[in-house]
């Protein structure tokens, strides 16, 4: 490969708006018969994709990567099937691209509608899961969108293999097969230059470490789509009679289920009130399970095993086996904790009130809030978008868990009859 990278970036930038502008014309039954195309392929070249993958694995045992994150880079054939059915779910739900937001007729007769459209261009930023590769690619093509891929130089075999597999099913439908690109070399230098592509890519998201995100917005003159941190809580409110179990149980799967992931609780957060019964229960049973335990004066107080948690706690995402631990006063406090220290990813109220599970629905300004429930749910295959680019801790313009209805923006159409102003 050349190492002209500055021709070579522009050149998937200009690639990929012209797969785009393509994208934008074809109908839902053409991409979706194009995903599931994709997934048959994906299923075809099973012992090929395993071939590649256990290239991977390999560099990955020769560069001692951490046992969980090898298990995350690693391919079986049951894993396999599950992207491809994931592809499959994409395809099969409702289009995205040409729905009328909002519609209305003007009194001088002028019809106003507004319309979803694709974005045009995406560049992601992933980690080191080679389903993600397949999931993002399905969702642009859901959408309309092309993508440039940028994945983690761990999963490079695996990843550009996938894309391969995309991109012959791509040219068997005639549709151009730079509407999903892969970027073929790890070297760093490239990601500054990339970034500055705004003449062709309309939205970067990077999806990984803090550090990266950070690097990624400070660099880009495209815009982002952040998602920096997964700083969740739990709010045990005093109205939980009858539900001590579930509280036990929700903590639990909350911070175990999966507990280096984003939507992984990070702080409990106890009411005064039922905070001496409930509290120890919760963290003994943790702690069973290999927490270890931080708390705050009264929580020590409670569970003497807990360690003093420090004023930099609270703003700690651990992804580990670390959980901090608060007694507060009232519904308020624990709001007014959330805000200032949580990421505004995910977070939960576990109550039988229903008028105190509104108020922190209204009052917590986080994407996703859970009442009664794990935060692990905060996900786009549990939110039934199939899957997931990535989930913004943003604003604007998505929030939250993003499917292929989030890689959408819409336009004004408005239809008159030989109308002049």
């Known amino acids: ?58 560099a990955a ?18 894993k396999v099937a599950a992207m491809a059915e994931g592809v499959e779910q994409i395809a099969a739900q409702v289009d995205p691209v040409g729905q009328t937001i909002e519609g209305y007729n003007r009194p001088n007769g002028l019809r106003i509608e507004k319309r979803r459209v694709p974005l045009g261009v995406v560049l992601f930023f992933y980690e080191s899961r080679p389903n993600v590769t397949s999931d993002a690619a399905a969702l642009c093509i859901k959408s309309g969108n092309a993508i440039i891929l940028r994945g983690g130089k761990e999963a490079f075999h695996s990843n550009r293999k996938i894309v391969q597999i995309v991109a012959d099913a791509l040219k068997a439908s005639e549709i151009d097969p730079a509407a999903v690109q892969f970027v073929e070399s790890t070297d760093r230098t490239l990601v500054p230059l990339l970034l500055k592509q705004d003449k062709y890519i309309d939205l970067v998201i990077p999806r990984g470490g803090e550090s990266l995100i950070r690097l990624v917005v400070k660099e880009s003159t495209i815009p982002v789509l952040k998602h920096f941190t997964g700083n969740c809580h739990i709010y045990v409110d005093k109205a939980t009679a009858g539900m001590e179990q579930q509280v036990v149980d929700i903590c639990l799967n909350a911070k175990l289920s999966y507990t280096a992931a984003c939507n992984a609780v990070e702080h409990l ?16 049973a943790l702690a069973a399970k290999g927490v270890e335990i931080r ?7 409670l569970f003497t095993a807990a360690k003093a948690a420090t004023p930099e706690d609270w703003d700690t995402e651990y992804l580990a086996l670390i959980a901090g631990v608060k007694v507060v006063d009232s519904l308020d406090e624990a709001v007014a904790h959330i805000n200032e220290h949580g990421s505004h990813h995910t977070d939960a109220i576990l109550t039988t009130d ?41 604003k604007m313009h998505a929030r939250g868990p993003m499917g292929a209805m989030d890689l959408t923006t819409y336009k004004w159409v408005v239809t008159g009859a030989g109308h002049v102003r």
């Open 354 to 394: 229903l008028s105190a599970a509104n108020r922190f629905v209204q009052q917590v300004d986080s994407a996703s809030v859970m009442i009664n429930s794990s935060t692990r749910f905060a996900d786009g295959g549990e939110y039934g978008l199939g899957a997931e680019i990535g989930i913004s801790t943003d």
């Open 61 to 78: 045992k020769q560069a001692e990567l951490a046992a969980p994150l090898i298990a995350r880079l690693q391919l079986t054939e049951k």
């Open 295 to 301: 708390g705050d004066d009264r929580a020590r107080s």
């Open 269 to 284: 957060l106890f009411h005064k009130d039922v905070a001496p019964a409930l509290l120890p229960k919760v963290c003994a």
């Open 1 to 58: 490969m050349s190492s002209d990278w500055p021709a070579y970036v522009q050149n998937l930038g200009k690639s990929a708006r012209r797969a785009s502008q393509q994208l934008a014309t074809l109908t839902d039954a053409v991409r979706s018969r194009t995903l599931r195309t994709i997934a048959a392929a994906l299923r075809d070249q099973t012992a090929a994709l395993l071939a590649e993958n256990a290239k991977d694995i390999e």
